[in-house]
């Protein structure tokens, strides 16, 4: 069992994956797992962004932060946007001591 959960919705404007729990190098297996399931179920042609609401995340290590980096790039490349959305300190700690706050599109809500 993971202390991990993701759900996805799909919206015209966006894929929509609320993440739950602990995003670490134990858990980031199953956050790819679960964002490549809601890709491959995306209605085609795919939204034309991708928003991780990480409001539910009380844990965020530098594997989670590897992921974040991954689904970026995968989203770049897929001609996506990446959006995260995260408001409380276990999340923006790791993202600011990195430096990756100035790197990825940041919000307090799932626009």
């Not at 015209?12 to 490549?36: I, S």
């Not at 609401?53 to 991954?70: I, Q």
């Not at 770049?76 to 923006?92: D, I, K, M, N, S």
Request: proline residues 8%; negative net charge; hydrophobic residues 45%.
């Amino acid at each position: 069992m993971t202390n991990l959960k993701a759900e996805w919705a799909y919206r015209p404007d966006a894929l929509v994956v609320t993440v739950m729990g602990e995003l670490d190098a134990g858990t980031v297996v199953h956050l790819r797992e679960d964002l490549a399931a809601a890709r491959a179920g995306a209605p085609v042609p795919p939204p034309p962004s991708v928003v991780l609401d990480l409001s539910g995340v009380g844990f965020l290590d530098s594997g989670g932060l590897a992921l974040l980096l991954e689904i970026a790039k995968e989203c770049e490349e897929a001609g996506q946007r990446l959006t995260l959305v995260c408001t409380h300190r276990p999340v923006l700690r790791p993202l600011e001591l990195t430096g990756l706050d100035r790197v990825f599109r940041i919000v307090g809500t799932v626009p």
